[in-house]
């Protein structure tokens, strides 16, 4: 046979569960979407259409559900390692199971929603509204020895209206661009970052707390920058990551430059300069795309360059 | 000619106007995607393609974004007032200029944004974060004696995970449905709602604080309504606005039920019960798609039944 | 009651209905997109959330399948008839249905596409491949009486890369475009169209042809009109249908002027005239929309402007 | 320092660069979305933000313009392998680019276009309707020493009405997946080959015959597979294309099981057999999605698992 089958993976993708909790009168939401991807011994499904060795993806979409009501839905990153140990340590055929989430974020209305704080707080219990900014990132790993948990976000879109330039660039003959002292950064950030926990002889981390403080590090640093370059800022808000929190050992960002142009508008005789506020085209396409990895100094870098695939 | 020209109009679309006002260290963001339509003594240019009545649409688009510099952007509506009265004035050939805008917020970093409290008061002031949650419209027509005003919202999800039921409806053939009496109400609400403000003799409302109180209102019927069929809670949330705001003679929601099902899991041997929290599959399509009118008596209807357009 | 209920309307929308016809070993799809809209004495479900007249949307559901079973699909319009006929006819409480739907086209492989003309006929008829190019469109209408029926694409991306011109139009204080005299004129057509055919004492179009001949017409005159403005196009694209169609009384257009700007090319010494073949940068937003209606003399409008929405 | 850091790459995305070219009356097109990721002597940029090293994205977008002028667009891979090799060899702190390009294709109105074929010839030259069918991928790297090439597609969405099953598949407790002896199988095709051309020592293929031939291989072997599994057909399409492309060493799918799920009618006392021809509901989400590597037997695998990042 001049062909053979290289990697293969198989699961349900985006199934949409959503688990509600009800604390006496105040309920809970987890609004996930759940992915699975399982390979294993799986040859002969490829080569000559034998299911034996094949779970169904049907049943990996049920498992789903029937985990978060047996088991519940802690975090995003608790519920998916439960999954791919079950797919794993119960499955012959099955050697390795990748688990990836998406998780939509909702808050009581009359919450931090500032228009519905006249609403008292007994009606709001039940009452929620999704926040809709960053969804939420966990992908969990598991090959029935070691566990690979990576947490991210995407779509979170954060602005610096001063304090970033860009100059001393390359010159070459296809260069037209001027140089900026006061522009506008802004960028909708996708990013990974990798735990080191890999097996239950570690001490597990506090997932919710672990992305609350990432983020928190991340929005700091992108306060603090005074930016010369979108990938100086990137480098500090990871380094300010791997820093503070030591469970984590790399962090990889994804971040379109959305280019906000300052309007020319001197042929209707106006002035538009960035020191007494302008006016600014918000472009579409093209955009630059900066990409980079940030590790703790003695690791090897394991997120995928396409992990975010721009 | 057996054929003639009906309504017609044109203009430029999706102008991206982003402002920034600087008030000391302190910034502001009005951020933009104006729509341009255009109607007059247009027939030539259909029927020969002469020019000589057009007013180029990228001539519109300049005065878009030059006006948000010359005149400011105080609120999405004044805007669009000062913009279509600008075309019917000053071009004869054009008699009805029909202004469309969706307006994205932002929040300084730091501020409601509960991950972000942690930062200083002197950093953020020129750092926000893309809200995310509804985009906020408007849409401005004049023909040069009076304007018509709707405001509006699209894109706000809410949430009552109970305190709805469904049951009493028309059994006939093809019914399989189960009444409900916990069930998920969710919704994407998109809204336009019409102020009766039409010209300059009458004193022209705050429609900033105008629509901060028209999406109040919407929570807080949301919030309050025990509901019997999402039609309900529409009429509850329309009829709210319009007893609270005496500058809003109508509107019309367009509400698409976005189903979350009980899982079935039975098969497991697994209660999945509403009472005691449940498990729910958040579905894509079909959906029920619930639109209607509420009108201040004695009105007339305006504002047309295709505006949301599903 | 100061508010009162308005034009209200509701039902599933979206059902993905694919029907499969075998006719021998040869297969033929119908795949669409539909959406059921009713109207009539829902007075009580809105104002107090009495069921007592409301068929469930899942019933809705369920009769778009079961027809596609029972009467087949011969066209979207006549099945669209049907459904719409049955939910005024059969429910007392309902007095108008409006079914909306969009319909995916699929070839068989092997057919005009060109790629896989090598396989023998016997292979392909149950294999098929999605054309991707234009939706089509319906939209039928019964109040118990009259029928009005709409076909209609949208999504089809046409070009002409020269024979188009665009001068003399009025210059005012904001005007900074240059005069074009060889343009590329691009644009993705939305359309709908109006039938004549209102009830079964007349004799009913052919649906299928009528489509394939209206689109026709409309691509024909794309072609054939040296354009001085995208108007005069829209013109001609329709009045050619209404001259040659009688069934067809009313177009209504809505084009994307789908900007490409040749790129300037002289700081780096390089010519990039249209008439040598040129580059250019395919603009996403800001866009020239341009919308017309175009009637048979003497008929009344009907088409609503904001049937599509920009 | 504690960090280090780790991959990096930036670039302007999403170049929508569009090149006619004339041959006497008969014009064409080439229509591409190009990406730019150029990495190299970069650390300064991130760890302080000097940009001594960086040529700014706004560069890389011009090179892209100005390349399709002055050196034309032949295919996709000449064009990307002319930029890559540009990045790197003029510019000593770039030692890698890597080139993604989508491209759109177009066909002349009234040439395989069924619908247009009454139009004569001599209007059609300049005159285009975009296919809208798949989207054509390349993506080309270089080191300054070795190329790598990878082709491939998007978006191409086949269905086989009859001539699937699925059957003899594992059974746990969560299985409640009944056994299909004729069902739909339906996919929407994403793949990447990577080819063995490497330098300019080698004869370089013909890149558009190689893509039709590969696309044409995969389309067969998906019409003639009776299958048993989704994965059998990938291995079969995988196979095929390396087996008669000697210019390809290896493939990779991502395929959708864009589920058709026969709509259960007995409550109306419907029968929905697949043999009569039979009603699906074409459903969105959940879906099974099935990854595959097929690869020459002897090489080595480099096309990364998350190139299409589902």
Tied chains: 1, 2, 3, 4.
């Excluded at 006496?24 to 399982?38: F, R, Y």
């Excluded at 999954?83 to 794993?88: K, N, Q, S, Y």
């Excluded at 959305?258 to 300069?273: V, Y």
């Amino acid at each position: 046979m001049p062909t053979i089958l290289g990697q293969n993976q198989y699961g349900k993708a985006e199934n949409r569960v959503v688990k509600i909790t009800r604390d006496g009168d105040t309920h809970h939401i987890k609004d996930l979407n759940v992915s699975v991807a399982l390979s294993g011994d799986l040859d002969d499904v490829h080569y000559n259409g034998s299911n034996a060795n094949c779970l169904p993806t049907d049943t990996t979409k049920n498992t789903c559900f029937a985990f978060a009501k047996e088991y519940g839905i802690e975090s995003a990153e608790q519920y998916g390692i439960h999954l791919a140990r079950h797919f794993v340590d119960s499955q012959p055929s099955i050697h390795r199971a990748r688990i990836r989430i998406e998780e939509y974020s909702w808050e009581h209305i009359g919450g931090s929603d500032s228009n519905a704080k006249f609403i008292g707080a007994d009606e709001v219990k039940h009452s929620f509204v999704r926040k809709g900014q960053e969804t939420r990132l966990a992908q969990i790993t598991y090959d029935g020895e070691k566990f690979e948990v990576l947490s991210g976000l995407k779509d979170l879109t954060v602005m610096n209206s001063t304090n970033s330039e860009f100059w001393g660039y390359i010159k070459d003959k296809y260069t037209t661009l001027q140089e900026d002292y006061d522009r506008i950064l802004a960028t909708s950030l996708s990013t990974w970052w990798r735990h080191n926990w890999t097996s239950d002889e570690q001490r597990m981390p506090s997932w919710e707390r672990s992305y609350e403080q990432a983020k928190k590090h991340i929005l700091h640093a992108f306060v603090e920058t005074y930016s010369l370059s979108l990938q100086q800022t990137l480098y500090q808000m990871g380094s300010r990551v791997i820093n503070n929190r030591s469970e984590i050992d790399e962090i990889r960002f994804s971040a379109p430059n959305k280019h906000h142009f300052r309007q020319d508008l001197s042929p209707f005789g106006l002035d538009n300069e960035a020191k007494d506020g302008a006016v600014y085209y918000a472009a579409d396409r093209p955009y630059g795309l900066i990409e980079a990895t940030i590790l703790r100094d003695g690791v090897e870098p394991k997120i995928p360059v396409d992990m975010t695939n721009l």
